[in-house]
């Protein structure tokens, strides 16, 4: 009885020890043909030697099959991305299947699955299922926050943006220019309407531009100015239209104004990169001139 016990016992730590050993090769054979392919830009780690010829990459609505496939898809990142960091976390499993917690960092310099690049740069985590098959990698699934990404990529809107211009919005009517100033890129761009009263310095560069060349000769030049029926709009990019009314009271010739108006907000990690206004010039002259 105890001669049985103890082949049992010791059958159950060699097949243990197979077991560990196994995953042990599996993982660094894996965690270097990634390193390979995503750091170095080694595309021809996509083999039969690393890739088991029918390699499944799980994607919605449709699946990429096949060594060539899985090649083609991963150049995106290759081609697309400068300085890139692909650094593996953490990676652990049991037999035949693998679990990987990754990080990718990079800079969105070249084109990427058809899009032109943003420039952006971009630092996100996520996990991957991995099966193996005979030591080669023959099935992975992503799990990452896709819509992170794409807004750090500047694909997708920022949900911030809103809260940020209507806050910008709401401090201005306040009179509050320092809190107006700190919602601005320290280089932003800023762009009157054609022909408008202030548009003699456009582009503005900076706050204190903006400051002096805009807000002080309204706030001189005007009894009151106002922003009025204010309607937001999140757009693509992480852009931010706004349409209301000015209405005005300027104090040359007491003229009134209340005309239409439109304001272009772009932006950038929180703050504003740039604005274009749309306004009815025409009115603004007559009033001016009356």
């Known amino acids: 009885m105890k001669t049985t016990i103890l082949t049992l016992f010791t059958a159950i730590l060699l097949f243990s020890s197979c077991t560990n050993g196994k995953v042990d090769t599996n993982i ?18 996509f083999n ?30 290759i081609t697309g991305f400068s300085n890139v960091e692909f650094t593996i976390v953490d990676i652990f499993g049991q037999n035949d299947k693998l679990v990987k917690y990754w990080n990718f960092k990079g800079t969105n310099t070249g084109e990427f699955f058809g899009m032109p690049p943003t420039g952006n740069k971009v630092d996100i985590d996520g996990v991957t299922l991995v099966k193996m098959k005979n030591g080669k990698i023959a099935q992975e699934q992503d799990f990452m926050d896709n819509m992170a990404f794409m807004q750090q990529l500047g694909i997708a809107s920022s949900p911030e943006n809103m809260t940020i211009i209507q806050k910008l919005y709401d401090d201005f009517a306040k009179g509050d220019m320092e809190a107006v100033g700190a919602a ?29 060349g805009v807000f002080a000769r309204i706030g001189a030049e005007w009894e009151y100015w106002n922003l009025v029926d204010l309607n937001y709009h999140d757009m693509a990019n992480n852009q931010v239209l706004v349409t209301g009314r000015y209405q005005g009271k300027y104090k040359k010739n007491s003229a009134v104004i209340n005309l239409q108006m439109a304001h272009l907000w772009n932006l950038k990690d929180g703050k504003v990169t740039k604005f274009q206004q749309f306004a009815d010039t025409k009115g603004i002259d007559e009033a001016i001139r009356k």
């Open 184 to 212: 601005l890129d320290a280089n932003i761009e800023w762009n009157e309407a054609e022909n408008f009263p202030y548009a003699d310095g456009n582009p503005y560069i900076g706050f204190d531009a903006i400051l002096n």
């Open 28 to 45: 660094k054979m894996y965690s270097n043909v990634w390193d390979e392919i995503i750091n170095n830009g080694n595309l021809d780690y």
């Open 48 to 77: 039969e030697d690393n890739f088991d010829t029918n390699i499944t990459l799980i994607m919605s609505p449709e699946n990429i099959v096949g060594i060539e496939a899985a090649k083609d898809f991963y150049a995106n990142y």
